[in-house]
């Protein structure tokens, strides 16, 4: 650009000033103007992370349903997804035994049983903090056994406790429960009831200590142990099939080195879908494939949930390793369905015949009600799906599927959820807070005991 431009005898002229200042004033009106834009921007709300209960729970606000009717039917997989097992013959349902008189709200007494552990003692401490060298006994439980020489059916119930507070201070035995399933080394349970665990694992990994695991077995010969919470679930235990093929081989062969009596269940999957069902047979495959020789898996453990089968939706996801992106689509008003969960329990019987597996015994070591009462699950919904579900497993039989050491019922043992969570409170059997059993729980204890 020419310096002298706009310039007559060394002097600027006026219409060369009036054209500076115009320029400059329109650059202060658009630096006011962006300025102004900016301030009157709204904030960016800032995105939380979802936790386990917004993904496990769909965040929208629906009616309470009106009727009682069944759900509505949901789209199967499409093309290419997996297929229900369907069993050569319908599972039998033997007719429930009637009691005498009707329930109370005040639970019978439970008939007592010589527990063969120690009492508990008069301080309930934490034992999470044991070590290998440590030898004081652990608190409640009674070796496991698969099946009772009990009369009584109260061996069959149990409940799921996932929780570091000590059961007594609950009163936990007024359950009549004769079985709970800890996710806790330091858990406790009332005397003479069995106690087993739920090891948890992370990937192919233990996800906790070692040291502290060896000294609980060498404490509680005979113990069951399940290897692993959901490894289906993407963010429970997540794990792909060839790394829990892996941690399932490390973790069995540990815990039987430590304690030949020891009882080894493979973990639980979420819910017994198509979906999962394959998930299992990659497992299988994977282990076979690695070690050379057939998983050896003592006692089959299952959840069985009722939720949605969605890459990045509502529900339990799509397990690691599968490249679908949906397999069942259940919906909210599903949870309740009985029909669907008497059908998980037969195809998954079906599906453990057709690999070898029907002479194993089946734990249904969680179920119950996710959602909250505001979704429509109040108490008396609730109260109603459990009783339904134990009608169906403590007399649903097959003679083509089901274990023939038990007359061939579909399900040796079950654990409601959940003892006292605070996350999923609609089937709570106790208030978490003020450690008062619940109505729910009244209905638990009434069930177990009069069956």
Not at 182 to 210: I, K
Request: with cysteine; proline share 9%; hydrophobic share 40%.
């Amino acid at each position: 650009m020419d310096p002298t431009a706009g310039r007559q005898g060394g002097k600027v002229s006026w219409s060369a000033r009036i054209a500076w200042l115009l320029a400059f004033a329109g650059s202060l009106m658009i630096a006011a103007g962006l300025l102004l834009l900016t301030l009157s921007k709204p904030n960016r709300p800032q995105v939380a992370v979802p936790t386990t209960v917004e993904r496990l729970i769909p965040s929208r606000t629906r009616p309470v349903p009106s009727g009682s009717g069944p759900a509505t039917p949901r789209p199967e997989p499409e093309t290419g997804q997996t297929q229900a097992i369907r069993p050569s013959q319908t599972a039998t349902i033997r007719p429930t035994r009637t009691a005498t008189t009707q329930p109370s709200l005040t639970a019978t007494a439970r008939p007592s049983r010589t527990p063969t552990s120690v009492e508990p003692s008069a301080t309930h401490s934490d034992l999470t903090t044991l070590s290998s060298g440590d030898s004081r006994e652990p608190i409640g439980g009674v070796p496991f056994p698969i099946l009772s020489e009990h009369s009584d059916n109260q061996w069959r119930f149990g409940v799921a406790a996932y929780t570091t507070i000590p059961m007594f201070g609950f009163g936990a035995g007024a359950l009549n429960a004769g079985w709970y399933m800890a996710g806790q080394l330091g858990a406790d349970v009332p005397p003479g009831a069995e106690l087993a665990y739920n090891l948890h694992v992370r990937g192919a990994t233990l996800a906790g200590d070692e040291d502290l695991l060896l000294a609980r077995i060498a404490a509680r010969p005979g113990t069951l142990w399940q290897l692993g919470n959901e490894p289906d679930v993407i963010w429970q235990a997540n794990c792909t099939p060839e790394e829990y093929a892996q941690v399932y081989h490390e973790l069995f062969t540990l815990i039987k080195q430590a304690d030949p009596t020891a009882r080894v269940a493979i973990g639980a999957i979420s819910q017994p879908t198509p979906l999962r069902l394959e998930y299992l047979d990659l497992i299988l495959a994977a282990y076979l494939e690695r070690y050379g020789e057939p998983m050896p898996i003592e006692i089959w453990t299952i959840h069985n949930a009722i939720l949605r089968e969605e890459r990045g939706g509502w529900g339990v996801d799509i397990p690691p390793g599968i490249a679908v992106d949906h397999g069942r689509l259940y919906a909210v008003e599903d949870s309740n369905d009985q029909d669907i969960f008497r059908r998980h329990l037969v195809e998954f019987r079906a599906w453990m015949r057709d690999r070898g597996f029907q002479d194993r015994p089946l734990l249904v070591t969680e179920f119950g009600i996710l959602m909250p009462p505001d979704y429509g699950f109040l108490p008396q919904q609730v109260k109603a799906f459990l009783e339904g579900t134990f009608d169906i497993m403590l007399t649903a039989t097959d003679e083509e599927i089901g274990y023939p050491a038990d007359d061939y019922r579909l399900v040796q043992r079950w654990a409601w959820w959940s003892h006292s969570s605070r996350q999923y409170p609609s089937g709570n059997l106790f208030d978490p807070d003020t450690k008062e059993i619940t109505l729910l729980g009244w209905a638990f204890a009434d069930y177990a005991a009069t069956h």
